[in-house]
Nanobody, 115 residues
Framework: QVQLVESGGGLVQPGESLRLSCAVS????????MAWYRQVPGKQRELVGM???????EYPDSVKGRFTISRDTAKNTVYLQMNSLKPEETAVYYC?????????WGQGTQVTVSS
């Protein structure tokens, strides 16, 4: 059974950093791509970083230079390092595994940025 489990969320102050983890129950190469999204209540999920099929990384302009997605293939874990966090980035952060014909999502982890 394929499972993705996020962890590492919490409460941080504006300008601080946080690293999220996504532990996968299978090899991360089971997916042709993996990504991190975030969602604020009442809004659509927003992409914040991804590995492409070729292993390159992509980010939206809103987080470019502050967020970094990485992976540890031996641990089957994908990470999201988030620096210089802003209050408006308070959201539930989700990990997504992309496979032809189906997407897999974790349960999400809450990140709150507040002073």
């Amino acid at each position: 059974q394929v499972q993705l489990v996020e962890s590492g969320g919490g409460l941080v102050q504006p300008g601080e950093s946080l690293r999220l983890s996504c532990a996968v129950s299978v090899s991360i190469f089971y997916f042709y791509s993996m990504a991190w999204y975030r969602q604020v209540p009442g809004k659509q999920r927003e992409l914040v970083g991804m590995f492409t099929n070729g292993g390159a990384t992509e980010y939206p302009d809103s987080v470019k230079g502050r967020f970094t997605i990485s992976r540890d293939t031996a641990k089957n874990t994908v990470y999201l390092q988030m620096n210089s966090l802003k209050p408006e980035e308070t959201a539930v952060y989700y990990c997504k595994g992309i496979k032809t014909g189906r997407d897999y999502w974790g349960q999400g982890t809450q990140v709150t940025v507040s002073s």
